[in-house]
């Protein structure tokens, strides 16, 4: 198995009290939210050397909201993950609102382009996060990391590196889309982004989508980088996100996912993101994204071994 999924990794858990990218007060409080929820002690218990690394503190902010604000955090978040990364570290950024992974990934791509290697990006949630300044209706920043990202227009000033290579579109994977703004629904069309909807899901179930995606980035030998939304979920499995839409994953399917993440290796950065405690239900939300997090990291629903074909239900002797 490749070393992003063995037991024993070393994680290095990096907050990012960030909410500069929405109007939606609260999600400053999510990492707080998580520790308090037992992330890093879950972690620890199954066999994993964590170090948490406190949070990121990006220096004078110079506004409360917008492109010069989520630069900051965005110059910040990437010099820590790609410290993590160059260490050896599997960095697990927890947030604070999706414009969050602008330093991630970007910390992800650096250290990639140093190694000579690709970057995959695996997006679990509601929304495509393909708006520009242009087509966003809101304005909210946290709506358009992947845009700035790819090299969309209108990021000017945003990373550090100015002349940085974008990332590649089409190595990005949009997984249990269900809400789309008519403006980024035609960049995403255009730029050809992988998208399984939560119609797919329906239709085909979590499985064959999701392998076909790892069955390809392990093929190109690629980073995978998984970005997890909270509103990736149903609300009615976690209320806690300022961007909730009715529909989304059950707890099994996305018990499911991270599962089968584990299991193909291949994860070796990540965002728990959008995660807002003061919308939640009594921590609700965030006691199920530890367990979806363990999951990812080795817990199984039942650990037991895999029975012989000859001992399953139907395959006895003839």
Do not use: K, Q, Y
């Amino acid at each position: 198995m490749p070393d992003g999924g063995a037991a024993g990794r070393r994680i290095v858990v990096i907050g990012a009290p960030i909410e500069v990218g929405t109007s939606e007060p609260g999600a400053l409080m999510g990492p707080a939210a998580l520790r308090t929820a037992g992330l890093i002690l879950s972690l620890r218990d199954l066999g994993h050397e964590v170090v948490d690394a406190g949070d990121v503190a990006p220096g004078l902010v110079p506004e409360a909201r917008g492109l010069p604000a989520v630069a900051a955090w965005t110059r910040a978040l990437a010099r820590a993950v790609e410290t993590a990364l160059d260490a050896g570290g599997l960095p697990l950024v927890m947030g604070g609102d999706h414009s969050l992974s602008l330093g991630s990934v970007e910390g992800a791509m650096r250290h990639c382009a140093a190694a000579g290697r690709a970057l995959s990006v695996l997006w679990l949630d509601a929304h495509a996060d393909f708006n520009t300044p242009e087509t966003s209706p809101s304005g909210n920043i946290h709506g358009m990391p992947l845009a700035a990202l790819c090299g969309e227009p209108g990021f000017s000033g945003l990373f550090e590196d100015a002349d940085r290579a974008s990332l590649d579109p089409a190595r990005v994977h949009l997984f249990g889309l269900r809400s789309i703004d008519a403006g980024e629904r035609a960049l995403v069309r255009a730029r050809r982004l992988g998208v399984i909807d939560m119609r797919d899901i329906d239709e085909f179930g979590v499985v064959a989508p999701l392998r076909r995606i790892l069955d390809r980035v392990a093929e190109a030998g690629d980073h995978l980088h998984v970005s997890f939304d909270v509103d990736f979920l149903d609300p009615a499995l976690a209320p806690g996100v300022g961007t909730t839409v009715p529909g989304g994953a059950t707890f099994r399917e996305a018990h499911l996912i991270m599962e089968m993440l584990h299991d193909s290796g291949l994860v070796r950065s990540l965002d728990v993101v959008e995660l807002n405690p003061f919308l939640d239900e009594r921590g609700r939300s965030a006691r199920v994204l530890v367990e979806l997090v363990a999951s990812l990291f080795g817990r199984r629903i039942l650990d037991r071994p895999t029975p012989p074909i000859e001992a399953l239900p139907g395959r006895g002797p003839a």
